[in-house]
């Protein structure tokens, strides 16, 4: 049994969309939100605790995908797009903009769940992949800190790395603070000397 989403559907076609919240309805998803345009999509999302954006669009512009990237920029979720036509550039703009799933003259009721599916997985993956980078440049950011005071402090203490890593380290206990927060007090004291 799938889980229940909360969804923003965008659509101007009402007929369809209407056809679209049924079908999301039958599978136990609830569309929380509905829209004619994407133009306040941004500040819907901001609104409300949805799990999944759909837009479903006859010729996607340039301000939908605009709007989609501000999406998430701000609050990112899966997002799928219904096109009724495409080019490679509109596909290229979905993928900027974030579209996890973007399908082309292919709003059948009986695919929209796998098609949903694969977007939550598509946006998880990528999530991970984020945190993953961000985590990384963090701890990279972090230890050029380290090695830029270590090399102020031998610099001006004349002592050897160790001793420089030893005294950052020392520093850090008695403050009771991160060694890479005594570190950036260091350069920051080198400097306001400077």
């Known amino acids: ?30 569309v929380i939100c509905r829209m004619d345009s994407s133009s306040n999509l941004q500040n ?7 799990d999944v954006v759909i837009v479903n669009a006859d ?4 301000e939908v995908f605009a709007n989609l990237n501000d999406v998430n920029k701000s609050k990112p979720k ?10 490679s550039e509109m596909a290229n703009s979905a993928i900027r903009s974030g579209v996890n799933a ?4 292919g709003l059948e009721e009986n695919r929209v ?26 701890m990279l950011s972090e230890r050029k800190a380290v090695e830029k005071a270590k ?8 002592i050897t790395e160790d001793e420089a ?8 206990m008695n403050k009771n603070k991160r060694i890479v927060d005594v570190s950036e007090s260091v350069i920051n004291a080198f400097e306001l000397l400077e």
């Open 1 to 30: 049994m799938n889980t229940a989403l909360k969804i923003i559907l965008v659509d101007e076609n009402t007929g369809r969309s209407a056809m679209l919240r049924r079908a999301l309805q039958d599978k136990g998803h609830e």
């Open 44 to 50: 819907s999302n901001e609104m409300t605790h949805a």
């Open 59 to 62: 010729i996607p512009d340039e």
């Open 78 to 87: 899966p997002i799928v797009m219904f096109a009724e036509s495409s080019s």
């Open 102 to 105: 973007y399908i082309v003259d």
């Open 113 to 138: 769940q796998p098609i949903i599916d694969v977007a939550i997985a598509r946006f998880r993956e990528f999530q991970a992949l984020k945190d993953e980078l961000d985590a990384t440049r963090s």
């Open 151 to 158: 090399g102020l402090l031998m610099e001006h203490k004349e």
């Open 165 to 172: 890593y030893q005294s950052l380290r020392k520093m850090a």
